[in-house]
């Protein structure tokens, strides 16, 4: 059970709504900063703010790959309770009624967004079976094209326009020297072409 200190800086924490989407976004997988700032749109600096006050309070940890690139993943689940006691004076043990409705206010927040959460878990679980599919049939109809899953990202990483080789380890969370022998595979195939040090799909009408 938390202490009252622990108490209000756990509150504090789950207080930003950043924070939170960060911590909903690691349950689903382990993410690095790129993909997190990617993913919920903010600048790398404010997410890497925000994975040190998790990482502070032991809610998130992380492990390093082979590009020595970290890898967060959440280290504990959330599980909140909150009980209030009559003493025997018949007063009521809880926290200042100001204090004490934030508190109640806040976790009925919680609670609505883990329902909010559940329900999207169980759309994307249908969605997520969708791009297994389309996955599969591309990769049968792009037969000698397609080796696997990571020739698809590559593709999918340069399908918005020209992308910076440097950039695209992040982008595909490939190791350079596999996306450089994948890059060039690709190119002798036809289906990107290199313009200096950037890539792009070789089908102009692809963006």
Not at 45 to 53: F, N, P, Q, R, T
Not at 136 to 156: M, W
Request: include cysteine.
């Amino acid at each position: 059970m938390l202490e009252h200190d622990d108490l209000a800086r756990f509150l504090d924490l789950l207080g930003n709504r950043n924070r939170r989407r960060i911590l909903d976004l690691l349950r689903d997988k382990p993410c690095y900063v790129t993909e997190i700032s990617d993913r919920l749109v903010l600048s790398p600096k404010v997410v890497i703010e925000h994975l040190a006050l998790l990482e502070r309070e032991a809610m998130i940890g992380f492990s390093l790959d082979e590009r020595r690139r970290k890898y967060y993943f959440l280290y504990q689940e959330l599980d909140v309770s909150i009980a209030v006691r009559t003493t025997s004076g018949g007063r009521a043990a809880v926290s200042p009624p100001g204090r004490a409705s934030r508190i109640v206010r806040w976790l009925g927040q919680l609670r609505s967004l883990i329902e909010t959460r559940e329900g999207l878990l169980e759309h994307l679980e249908g969605v997520d079976r969708e791009i297994d599919r389309a996955v599969t049939e591309l990769i049968k109809s792009g037969e000698g094209v397609f080796e696997n899953e990571a020739d698809i990202d590559i593709l999918l990483a340069l399908s918005p326009g020209a992308q910076a080789v440097d950039a695209l380890p992040d982008l595909t969370g490939l190791a350079a020297d596999e996306l450089t022998d994948r890059l060039a595979r690709l190119e002798r195939l036809g289906v990107v072409r290199a313009e200096g040090s950037n890539y792009r799909l070789s089908d102009t009408n692809a963006e």
